[in-house]
């Protein structure tokens, strides 16, 4: 038998990969049969986010369902199969003239359907829209292997109720999203990604929000830390810790003009420096990827209202200082997410007799407490290995969880569809 | 005649806020699609306590509800089957938060859509999604609807302005869904719980996504020799990557119904008018509305013509917003028919509707949402003759499979109600459908909430009669003519 490749330290018994829909239907109604678990996965971007499955026993790559199943410009949609990667997709839809409206990391190797489960919304989301705005439609199978479809290539749909909604950042609890239909965007005229060194946090603060409370609509609205931006471009930002701001513009050209240049005025003195069209995307590209993860790294993911993303940050900040560790962030001011990366300095802070667990083991919970009071929510999307046994991977999702349970007892009785994954054991 | 479930509601809300006898109930008795049904009772809720508190108590007598927000919605949606209580949520229509530093509004969902954003306007905020309905239409039915408006072309419908609702569910538990960030944790409820149709729960708390008012905006009114042509124009600008915030069509019938009764300025001779607003920054919006100029006379139409201040821009809107009112002087009833398609299609559903209409004899006026590819012919009709309305519901589910047929769906906005639940199969399986109802069940495993809507209790194929003897309990053809379908508008 071939070597099977690992989930959050778990082995699989076996990695199989389906050839089709019907092959994955058929896998599907023989582990809901036999009771196997299953572990659905594109290309494994995303299986440090959130909790481990409490069990394994079947890895299921979705890797040769792909492919683009209907591409139509004139109706701004496309369609595709859910183990495309994004870049495929995305290429599919530039080649037409049209934008893929969706901004996650890793675009080479994610996939279409993993994307769309973990509802990874990238820096563009703040003009894009989230996923659970841009997907129109989505094809299923549910745990006992039959077919589903909800939503379809209409801009508008209440026939039934919103399923597709529901499968936007299930994480695979509900069933295995085979194809997802898109809106698609037409391309701006004009594309330009200000990018703007800060003195401070508060200053940061100020800046996005008169952004925010301005005409302007920014297609990203990125505060980030140095570390975030390529090598050439960390040089130019300003005192050592200090973030820098990405604000992107899409549309006529003379609107991206004025936005660029009245995000500017409110830095006076400051050393701009403006992306266009390619360079501007590429530096997209690199701030949804974020920074390459090592191991002594953990890494969260916050969702805040607006007004509070740069407060997210220095709370972050304060924990690091007091705990001896290095902060990268990247948090989208127009959206409330908040990435955040903590590392031990210099030597690898796992190895540390009891140090991990003392600098490390706190911080979910104690920046968790905090995004909670702000009205949000965070989750650990890296570093599990330097968090203690049977640590909080989600955090409470309140009254609404038993209606969660009911709903994951019903798609996934016998629980095969990586029960202990998602939010609440589900 | 006081019955001791009367008793203990009026021991919830007071005496006066309970209506039992027939004579009471009559006006709760229809919406504006085109049935009847009397409801138990009528309860107004003013806190979402006495929410909760009604559905304990109508879950220990084993009662149904129904929620009603103003009654306009076009399905059926808020007819009590099953003898069940309505819960009128008008009085639930205060504004509890508007947060702009976070572009949040937190308002009880019995408060008038069009109220939010006239609260909103002194602030420069509005809240985007604006059914023609706006002026008598509830933020909780918008939400149970998930309802859309001319601005969804651009901005999206409710679903997309809507994070969080609070909501109680049949027994009287309450709970939140969502909140106000963007990115919620868990399953997406919210997302689950609008479009809903009264059927999971009543929401009775809502947090708004509400947005800057635009700098600018431009309306231009595209008139067209045909009802083509004004397709035609809606997929070139569409393919030429321009995004208006509106793209809005109104036939020759509708034009001069809403000439006759409100003289908006609308050219009496034309096949079709489209109306196209521009909205964001000042900034290149004159060359937007010169491009989108040139793609409608390169599609042949007659005229572009341009609102020169805010009040002619007003009377357009005025023009289209009363229009479904107005087309009520040509007929005493009207059915809409929502279907939805790919835009690239709409010439040809433009087409097959208007074959449709005259193989049954039937007049159709239309009015729609033409950049959703969003439908809305309207079958003209008098529902006191039977043999009309037969036509008329034989004609509408006709429109509605050209929809399905041409890759689209049979609602985009109305709902399903008890008008569209024999359409169902023609887009859903029967794996489909069971998979929704798991969502019910979740949400709702004993079927209290609005039964008989949305979807069939127990089996899905066509023909199926709701559980429980729903279809006994709606009335058939109504036996007066006080059927008004443009009740509440
Ligand atoms: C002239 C006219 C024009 C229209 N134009 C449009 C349009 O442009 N776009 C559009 O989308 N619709 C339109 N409609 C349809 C209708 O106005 C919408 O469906 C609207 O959302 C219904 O709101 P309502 O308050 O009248 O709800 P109701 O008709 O009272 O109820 C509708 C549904 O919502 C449920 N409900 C009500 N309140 C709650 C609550 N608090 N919690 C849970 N469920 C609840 C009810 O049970 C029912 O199923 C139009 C209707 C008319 C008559």
């Not at chain 1, 820096?123 to 829209?129: F, I, L, V």
């Not at chain 1, 479809?149 to 909604?165: H, L």
């Not at chain 2, 006006?27 to 699609?33: L, S």
């Not at chain 2, 196209?276 to 937007?288: A, C, K, T």
Request: contains cysteine; negative net charge; charged residues 20%.
């Amino acid at each position: 038998m071939s070597s099977t490749t690992e989930i959050r330290g778990l082995a699989p018994r076996d990695e199989l990969r389906p050839a089709g829909e019907a092959d994955l239907s058929d896998i599907l109604a023989k582990a809901n049969a036999d009771g196997d678990v299953c572990y659905l996965a594109g290309g494994l971007t995303k299986q440090d986010w959130g909790a481990a499955p409490a069990h394994l026993d079947l890895l299921v790559r979705t890797g040769a369902l792909s492919g683009c199943t209907d591409v139509d410009p004139d109706n701004l949609t496309l369609s595709a199969m859910a183990g495309t990667t994004v870049a495929e997709a995305r290429a599919q839809a530039e080649a037409v003239g049209r934008i893929l409206p969706i901004d996650p990391g890793q675009p080479g190797e994610a996939t279409i359907g993993g994307v769309v489960a973990a509802g990874d919304n990238g820096p563009r989301a703040a003009g894009y829209g989230g996923l659970r705005d841009v997907v129109l439609g989505v094809r299923a199978l549910l745990a006992d292997g039959s077919a589903v479809k909800f939503g379809g290539r209409t801009m508008k749909n209440v026939t039934g109720y919103d399923m597709t909604k529901l499968f936007v950042g299930s994480f695979g609890a509900l069933g295995a999203i085979t194809e997802v239909t898109f809106r698609l965007l037409p391309r701006y005229d004009s594309q330009a990604l200000l990018i703007l060194p800060l003195a401070s946090l508060d200053d940061a603060k100020r800046v996005t929000a008169g952004v925010l409370g301005s005409y302007l609509q920014p297609l990203a609205l990125e505060v980030v830390s140095a570390d975030a931006l390529p090598g050439g471009d960390a040089a130019g930002a300003g005192p050592a810790g200090a973030p820098v701001l990405l604000a992107g513009f899409g549309g006529h050209r003379a609107a991206v003009d004025r936005s660029v240049r009245e995000v500017t005025e409110t830095v006076p003195g400051a050393a701009p420096r403006v992306l266009h069209e390619e360079e501007a995307s590429a530096m997209y590209g690199h701030l949804a990827d974020g920074a390459a993860a090592s191991g002594g790294t953990l890494a969260l993911r916050a969702s805040v209202p607006i007004s509070r993303t740069i407060d997210v940050l220095a709370a972050a900040q304060t924990y690091a200082a007091a705990n001896g560790l290095t902060l990268g962030y990247r948090a989208g001011a127009a959206r409330g997410r908040v990435d955040l990366t903590l590392r031990g300095e210099g030597t690898n802070a796992a190895a540390g007799a009891d140090g991990g667990a003392a600098r490390f083991g706190a911080c979910p919970a104690h920046l968790r407490a905090q995004a909670v009071d702000m009205g949000g929510s965070l989750f650990v999307t890296g570093g599990a290995a330097l968090l203690p046994e049977g640590y909080d991977a989600w955090g409470d999702a309140g009254g609404a969880v038993a209606i969660m349970r009911r709903i994951k007892e019903r798609f996934d009785p016998n629980g095969i569809l990586a029960p202990g994954r998602f939010v609440g054991g589900i | 005649m006081t019955t001791p479930l009367g008793e203990r509601l009026r021991g919830v809300v007071g005496a006066k806020n309970v209506l039992d006898r027939p004579v009471q109930l009559q006006t709760y008795e229809y919406d504006a699609y085109l049935e009847r049904a009397m409801p138990r009772a009528v309860v107004f809720v003013e806190t979402t306590a006495q929410v909760s508190a009604v559905l304990g108590i109508l879950a220990e007598e084993r009662v149904p509800f129904v929620p009603r927000g103003c009654g306009t919605n076009l399905s059926g949606g808020s007819l009590a089957l099953d003898g069940a209580v309505v819960l009128e949520m008008g009085r639930m229509n205060k504004v509890l938060d508007i947060d702009i530093p976070n572009q949040r509004m937190t308002v009880q969902v019995g408060i008038f859509n069009l109220d939010i954003s006239t609260i909103l306007s002194p602030l420069g905020y509005y809240y985007a999604p604006d059914p023609a309905s706006q002026k008598a239409c509830s933020l909780g039915g918008n939400i149970a609807e998930n309802a859309g408006g001319p601005h969804c072309f651009k901005y999206g419908v409710t679903s997309n302005h809507v994070l969080g609702l609070e909501v109680v569910l049949a027994g009287g538990e309450t709970v939140w869904l969502g909140g106000k960030d963007a990115d919620v944790l868990g399953l997406d409820l919210t997302g689950a719980f609008v479009g809903s149709e009264g059927t999971l729960g009543i929401a009775t708390t809502a947090i708004l996504r509400i947005l800057r008012k635009p700098e600018a905006v431009k309306t231009l009114l595209a008139v067209c020799d045909s009802l083509e042509d004004g397709g035609n124009v809606v997929s070139a600008i569409v393919a030429a990557g321009l995004v208006p915030a509106t793209l809005e069509m109104v036939d020759n019938k509708t034009i001069n119904a809403i000439e006759d009764s409100m003289a908006c300025g609308f050219p009496r001779d034309a096949a079709a008018v489209l109306l196209i607003e521009l909205d964001g920054l000042r900034d290149g919006m004159e060359e937007m509305a010169e491009a989108i100029t040139a793609i409608c006379k390169a599609s042949g139409v007659r005229e572009v013509r341009i609102a020169k201040d805010e009040e002619e821009r007003q009377a357009l809107w005025r023009g289209r917003k009363g229009a479904f009112g107005a087309l009520s002087r040509l007929a005493p009833n009207y059915m809409v028919a929502d279907g939805t398609v790919p835009r690239t299609k709409l010439p040809e559903a433009l087409r097959r509707v208007a074959d449709i209409g005259r193989r049954y004899d039937l007049p159709i006026a239309s009015v729609f949402h033409a950049g959703d590819g969003n439908l809305h012919p309207l079958l003209l009709f008098d529902s006191r003759d039977p043999a009309d309305r037969e036509k008329v519901m034989a004609a509408g589910m006709e429109v509605l499979k050209v929809c399905a047929d041409l890759g689209g769906t049979v609602s985009g906005e109305h709902g399903i109600g008890i008008e569209k639940l024999d359409a169902l199969p023609l887009v859903f399986t029967d794996d489909d459908l069971r998979a929704q109802g798991f969502v019910k069940e979740a949400f709702d495993p004993r079927g209290w909430a609005n039964p008989g809507k949305a979807l069939r209790a127990g089996g899905h194929a066509a023909g199926t009669a709701p559980a429980d003897g729903g279809a006994q309990a709606v009335a058939g053809a109504p036996s007066d003519d006080h059927v008004e379908v443009t009740a509440g508008v």
